[in-house]
């Protein structure tokens, strides 16, 4: 069963039922959200509350239920539910009314039950108030607090009307109605008046020493009391009345006798535009002799919002345009930014409408919120002519509208998708910062996968489009739009969700490689890089064999075999990857043949020579035999590979390792064999490397004479080197000694370096 209904600050419908649930609806009625409150009870009443931000100005909505327990149970922010339970209220018994005072830091709750009345706040502990109200009362029937909350009413069961300050600890106002009957209903005319509804409605003015003082207002129909910012609408079946305190601009310019230098402005401007008579340049002169024209100006303009008649605004802006033909330094903008805030409130004013905004209300809300009311009420058209006319940003202006609009276009279920999916791109088209996809989204939704597929073709973003084609079940469109976007990760995403499809990875192989070819290469990279247990190689093997990939299946047989312990397995395992190719692929059996015959040739090492060896490739073989001193069986393991004795790779490896093995003497007679064709500078760098700069210049005077400066610097003879850079005229190697000097034990070549330098730049 329901309890009650209410409007949260964006205007979604709140719904409070028995049971404890609560549901936000649309302003059309679509469910939003739903969350419970209350488990164990059953929900007897409820406040909804309004919490203005200090800091952005902006407004959450939030609630109080009290169930049958008298439990209070908190909601601060309706669209992000965290349930808070107040602390129990003292006493037993139903209360006899309740309000909620709210701030950005705190809740509190004050509760009545007979005469006591309890401040009851959110983490603390409930508190008696006792203060002496000064008039005889039984039990509070109803509280009421302010817009702001600066302010509560206390009605009693003895027909007194009082007005508390929010801590209830100071009286300021009292009133006696003619009837002990509780109020129907109680709200707040900003801190200035109280709008009460008895048998008839009673507007109570604050201040008034007469506790009688009131004015009857008599409605021949139910109404009903809505607070909001600055006022209080009160709306029966045939009317909707806003009574507000007059806003001190008016007030200064249309208060009888006033003697306000704004009122001065307005009668000029009626004396010159309407009875054109001299009394205009009297007011004007009497305003300017005060010096207070800018200030009569400025309040016109500040008037003219105020009044919700196109006729007063236009009267009470002319006054102001009157007057700025006599300032000569009156600022426009004001006047152009109120001219322009006039027509907007104008515009939302109309019935047709239906958003009767008070001034104050349209600056607290602010521009980019009344768009979104009338998006939330469907007139985009007006949206966007607002927006253009406020210069409003894309973002908050016309993408938002449109997007909106095209979510609505999208629930209309009686209009075609094909024509639906027209308008939205002739209406949209490539606009900047409109997503297709989120549009799609809401369709997919909806239950329109056809109107969802014709949208998703206007998106530009891959990212976005596949996901919801995995989600309406279109892998085709999927893959396609996954491939063309070249984005490896999306593709992986697509097909890791495809293979799920199929009952064993072959037929997810055999399907992709008949109609994605792309797609079926990066799956095989994928599973050749992650077939690390038995059940993966397997199974990678049986799609490499299902596809007669023999070169993968090869490739996939080597990799396993490099890591076998034994050698005869090793071996096993080569010579069936050579059976693979049948004698088809002769130079890829060759090499095949060639890693058996280094198998078998490290078996031989091993015995004959109780070094390990296995694992290791044919120059890593030769250099460990090098190493060991074992040149004749390095010689004739060279022959048999059909290494070249004159290849560089040879003269590198053999020249490394007799420097790294310290055989000098076999390291000379190897370069005095036959011309080096790898020169002498890697004879230098490897005695260097071995730190041995004796056998080092052994072979400096054969280096090239463009590579030894680098070698003497390598053997770490600076001097030399010096006189090498100064003969040949380099700046740039005169600066590299000078860095490679040690400042404190090199200074006298130090010096001379930069004398040279200094030499070589005066040249």
């Not at 000029?268 to 001299?278: D, G």
């Not at 300032?327 to 958003?355: E, F, W």
């Not at 096993?572 to 002769?586: G, I, S, T």
Request: include cysteine.
């Amino acid at each position: 069963m329901i309890i009650g209904i209410g409007w949260t600050s964006s205007e979604d419908l709140m719904v409070i039922f028995e049971s404890g649930e609560i549901q936000i609806r649309s302003l059309y009625g679509q469910l939003k959200s739903l969350f419970n409150v209350i488990k164990d009870s059953r929900a007897i009443d409820f406040q909804i509350f309004n919490t203005v931000n200090t800091y952005t100005g902006s407004y959450t909505t939030g609630c109080v239920i009290l169930s049958a327990k008298n439990k209070l149970v908190l909601v601060k922010d309706v669209y992000d539910p965290k349930i808070q339970q107040f602390p129990d209220i003292p006493g037993s018994g139903e209360l006899d009314s309740w309000c909620i005072i709210s701030t950005d830091k705190n809740c509190t709750v004050l509760a009545s039950r007979q005469n006591d009345l309890y401040q009851i706040v959110y983490g603390g502990v409930p508190q008696l108030l006792r203060l002496n109200f000064g008039v005889e009362y039984n039990s509070i029937k109803k509280l009421c607090v302010s817009f702001s909350h600066d302010l509560v009413a206390l009605n009693t069961d003895t027909g007194y009307l009082l007005v508390c300050n929010n801590e209830i600890t100071r009286i300021i106002h009292k009133y006696k109605a003619d009837t002990t009957e509780t109020a129907l209903d109680i709200a707040w005319i900003s801190n200035k008046a109280i709008l009460a509804l008895w048998d008839n409605l009673y507007l109570i003015p604050l201040g008034s020493d007469d506790i009688k003082n009131h004015f009857e207002i008599y409605y021949s129909s139910p109404c009903f009391l809505i607070q909001e910012l600055d006022g209080v609408r009160v709306v029966t079946s045939t009317s909707n009345i806003f009574y507000q305190v007059v806003p001190k601009p008016l007030r200064d310019i249309f208060e009888i006798a006033s003697i306000d230098v704004s009122s001065a402005l307005f009668e000029a401007s009626i004396a010159f535009y309407e009875n054109k008579n001299q009394k205009a340049e009297e007011y004007i002169r009497s305003i300017k002799e005060k010096g207070a024209l800018e200030d009569a100006i400025a309040n016109c303009i500040q008037a003219a919002p105020h009044e919700f008649e196109p006729k007063y605004q236009a009267e009470v802006l002319r006054a102001s345009l009157f007057g700025r033909y006599f300032d000569d330094y009156a600022n426009a903008a004001s006047y152009v930014k109120m001219c322009q805030t006039i027509r907007v409130l104008n515009a939302i004013r109309h019935p047709q409408i239906g958003l009767p905004l008070t001034y104050l209300e349209y600056e607290a809300l602010s521009p980019s919120v009344v768009i979104n009311r009338l998006i939330t009420r469907r007139h985009f058209a007006l949206a966007i002519e607002i927006c253009k006319y406020l210069n409003m940003t894309d973002e908050e202006g016309i993408i938002k509208i449109l997007s909106n609009w095209a979510l609505y276009k999208v629930s209309q279920t009686d209009v075609e998708d094909n024509q639906i999916a027209a308008m939205i791109k002739s209406k949209l088209g490539d606009t900047p910062g409109i997503s297709y996809a989120e549009i799609a989204r809401r369709a997919i939704s909806a239950g329109r996968s056809g109107l969802a597929i014709r949208l998703l073709d206007y998106e530009v973003k891959a990212s976005e489009q596949v996901p919801l084609y995995i989600e309406i079940d279109m892998p085709e469109l999927a893959i396609k739009k996954a491939m063309e976007s070249g984005d490896t990760d999306l593709i992986y995403m697509v097909l890791f969700w495809y293979k799920n499809k199929f009952n064993n990875v072959s037929d997810f192989m055999k399907d992709i490689s008949k109609k994605y070819h792309i797609a079926f290469s990066l799956m095989l990279q994928y599973f050749r890089q992650n077939s690390q247990d038995d059940k993966a190689i397997n199974e990678f093997n049986d799609i490499l064999n299902q596809q007669n990939l023999i070169n993968e299946q090869v490739c996939s047989i080597i990799n396993v075999a490099l890591k076998q312990q034994t050698a005869e397995k090793k071996k096993q395992m080569f010579d069936e990857a050579k059976r693979l190719y049948l004698n088809k692929e002769v130079f890829n059996t060759n090499l095949l043949n060639d890693e058996i015959k280094l198998i078998k040739t490290q078996e031989n090492l091993e015995r004959n020579y109780g070094k390990k060896f296995d694992g290791k490739s044919l120059y890593e073989t030769l250099g460990e035999l090098i190493r060991l001193k074992l040149l004749d069986e390095a010689e004739k393991i060279r022959k048999e590979f059909k290494i070249s004795d004159s290849s560089e790779s040879w003269w590198h490896l053999k020249v490394k390792n007799l420097a790294k093995a310290s055989c000098w003497d076999e390291l000379e007679k190897f370069s005095k064999s036959k011309k080096s064709p790898i020169g002498y500078e890697p004879f230098v760098n490897y005695c260097m490397d071995a730190n041995n700069v004796q056998e080092a210049k052994k072979y400096f005077p054969k280096v090239a004479a463009d590579n030894r400066f680098n070698c003497l610097i390598k053997m770490k003879c600076l001097a030399d080197a010096l006189d090498l850079a100064y003969q040949k005229k380099d700046i740039q190697q005169v600066n590299i000694v000078i860095g490679k000097c040690d400042p404190s034990s090199q200074k006298i070549l130090i010096d001379k370096a930069k004398m040279y330098r200094g030499e070589l730049i005066n040249k």
